[in-house]
């Protein structure tokens, strides 16, 4: 949602967190003042700040100390506030000009790029090999007829399927709920996976069931496209994955499905919560899409923390799929 600011606020904002991204530490309208030379006094960049702390955008981390953008804010800054591309993403931009497929196979290529893209940015890089493009489950429809479950699949108007399964024991009361959990899933997130790992405790009986059997069907199943990961060191350096307890569930997904992480091969920015895979709580993910010669569609994304140089993200992501579009059409 749009916030309204003034130029004021809007300056100030763009500046806490260039600040934050640059030093990790909570800011002060002094601080402001003195680093960015702005032509205003402490207090009128400390009524800015007050504005956008009561507006969401900012948040005070400990009492008396400076603010820090939270989500809100950093979705702000990418919608509206967004600079320029810096120097070093230009340099890239121009270095991945003179690239040729002649030289290499595409396994290699995606490493080399994976690697850049890492060594730019300090972020964990994740390239998808390209795929073709499968038809989405969209509705199902649960019935069970005596010991049996028949599973009515829609993939699109007139594709579907069904399923024959047996009906686990007291499982009946639970099924109307499941299919009603599902068919929300589908409709909220048409292009991602189902969180089955977000399915209530309840239901994860007859649920299990049902998704060995989804996953079986192979043209309704998800994606099945395997990745080319860098800079998880980087990541590692990164302060806000300084607790083992916070990078590990993103490093299960990275090593189990490094597709979860992504949206439809799009350019999109996913900050925190916004994304629907609880690993990410804490994280963002910036990506891009590419396209080769046949129509299989692949990823490039940068993953790590909110507090991240999102303009430079965006443009190497970008680049790198362009390259990608380019080399292989």
């Not at 400390?46 to 400076?66: D, F, K, N």
């Amino acid at each position: 949602m749009a916030q309204n600011l003034s130029p004021r606020q809007q300056e100030v904002l763009r500046l806490a967190v260039r600040h934050y991204v640059d030093t990790v530490e909570p800011v002060g309208s002094q601080t402001l003042v003195r680093r960015f030379a702005l032509p205003a006094s402490s207090a009128t960049v400390r009524s800015a700040m007050g504005v956008l702390e009561q507006r969401g955008l900012l948040t005070q981390p400990h009492t008396s100390a400076g603010r820090i953008p939270s989500q809100l804010g950093y979705r702000e800054y990418v919608d509206r506030l967004l600079p320029a591309p810096g120097a070093a993403a230009q340099q890239l931009d121009r270095e991945l000009a003179g690239l040729s497929l002649h030289w290499t196979a595409l396994d290699d290529l995606l490493v080399h790029l994976g690697r850049r893209l890492a060594d730019l940015t300090g972020l964990l890089s994740l390239i998808t090999r390209p795929i073709k493009t499968q038809q989405r489950l969209q509705e199902l429809r649960l019935v069970a007829s005596g010991d049996r479950l028949i599973v009515f699949l829609v993939s699109g108007s007139v594709a579907g399927g069904n399923l024959n399964l047996r009906l686990p024991p007291r499982a009946t009361p639970e099924l109307a709920r499941l299919e009603d959990w599902i068919n929300r899933q589908l409709r909220a997130h048409p292009e991602q996976p189902i969180a089955w790992q977000q399915l209530p405790q309840e239901l994860r009986s007859s649920g299990h069931l049902l998704r060995q059997a989804l996953d079986q069907q192979q043209p309704l199943a998800a994606p099945g496209a395997s990745a080319v990961a860098s800079g998880m060191g980087g990541l590692l350096a990164q302060p806000e994955f300084s607790q083992t307890a916070t990078l590990r569930p993103l490093v299960q997904l990275v090593e189990a499905t490094p597709y979860e992480l992504l949206g439809p091969p799009t350019d999109a920015i996913w900050i925190g919560q916004e994304h629907p895979h609880g690993a990410l709580k804490a994280c963002a993910v910036v990506q891009a899409g590419y396209s080769s010669l046949d129509g299989a569609r692949g990823h490039v994304a940068l993953v790590g923390p909110m507090r991240m140089a999102y303009a430079t993200a965006r443009a190497a992501v970008q680049s790198v799929a362009a390259t990608l579009t380019r080399l292989l059409s």
